[in-house]
């Protein structure tokens, strides 16, 4: 009866070993990133965001995270040029220093959410 026991707790050692050893070989699968860790964040790679890369489909990638811009576009106070060659980009040092050094507003900051659609992932 001991050695019974002995012979299944140790097959079930080796099982368990085996199968956390494969997984982490495996590594977590494309489709699960995509998805996001919780299941409901879209992660967005920088291929996907290079897609959106103009002013009828702008999405920029900010501190991490995507926004579609397209609705904004037309509001933001500056030559259009200002801000649409970073469609389709990482955006955070533009959008840091509005391309001159001085950062955007606090109300800009809460704004900014109201446009993210996803978490941005920097590997293509
Ligand atoms: C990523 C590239 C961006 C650049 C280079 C940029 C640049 C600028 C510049 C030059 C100004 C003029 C203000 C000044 O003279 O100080 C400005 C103002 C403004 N921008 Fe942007 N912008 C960018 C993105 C955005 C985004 C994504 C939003 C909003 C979703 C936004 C919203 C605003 C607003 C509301 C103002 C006026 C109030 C403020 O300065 O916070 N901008 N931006």
């Known amino acids: 009866m001991t050695k019974r026991l002995f012979f299944f707790s140790t097959a079930l050692f080796w099982a368990l070993v ?9 590594g977590t ?6 998805e996001g860790q919780d299941g409901k964040t879209r992660v ?8 959106h890369a103009s ?4 999405w920029m990638a900010i501190r991490g995270s ?4 397209t609705a904004y576009l037309p509001q933001h106070p500056t030559r ?5 060659v ?3 980009k990482e955006a955070t040092g533009a959008y840091n220093t509005k391309g001159a050094g001085r950062p955007h507003g606090k ?3 809460q704004m900014l959410g109201m446009y993210q659609i996803g978490e941005f992932r920097k590997k293509p």
């Open 66 to 69: 995507v926004y579609d811009l």
């Open 29 to 34: 699968p494309d489709e699960a990133i995509a």
């Open 107 to 109: 109300y800009t900051d």
């Open 18 to 26: 085996a199968s956390v050893t494969t997984s982490a070989l495996l």
């Open 55 to 58: 002013i009828k489909d702008c």
């Open 80 to 84: 259009p040029e200002v801000i649409d």
């Open 86 to 88: 970073w469609c389709g």
């Open 44 to 51: 967005i790679s920088a291929a996907e965001l290079a897609k």
